[in-house]
């Protein structure tokens, strides 16, 4: 069975950082597009970033560019979200997912997508609370 469990959530100070883990079980990472989530009270989930399978292509929003960065370590197949310079607004639960890489690949390569739509397999979410 496809696991995906995250952790690393918790209470933050603006400005602070946090790393957020994702654990996956029940297949290799190294074969799948990695994507990261967020869903704040009363608001719509967004992609907050991801990483194609070949780790070339990584896509991440204007709201959090040059703070967040993804990272994979497919020998522990676990994948990392960064988060640093935190502001409140990054208040949020936290979700990793994944799909198959053969679902991400066009005529120009493998790509990853923000949309929660693209993906199969999610976790189930950590709390990130940004506040003094």
């Known amino acids: 069975q496809l696991t995906l469990v995250e952790s690393g959530g918790g209470l933050v100070q603006p400005g602070g950082s946090l790393r957020l883990s994702c654990a996956a079980s029940g297949f290799t990472i190294d074969t799948y597009a990695i994507g990261w989530f967020r869903q704040a009270l009363g608001k719509e989930r967004e992609g907050v970033g991801c990483v194609s399978y070949t780790n070339s292509i990584t896509n991440y929003p204007d709201s959090v560019k040059g703070r967040f960065a993804i990272s994979r370590d497919n020998a522990k197949n676990m994948i990392y979200l960064q988060m640093n310079s935190l502001k409140p607004e990054d208040t949020a639960v936290y979700y990793c997912?994944?799909?198959?890489?053969?679902?991400?690949?066009?005529?120009?390569?493998?790509?990853?997508?923000?949309?929660?739509?693209?993906?199969?397999?999610w976790g189930q979410g950590t709390q990130v609370t940004v506040s003094s």
């Open positions: 997912a994944s799909v198959r890489a053969s679902k991400m690949i066009s005529r120009d390569g493998y790509y990853c997508s923000s949309r929660p739509g693209d993906y199969a397999s």
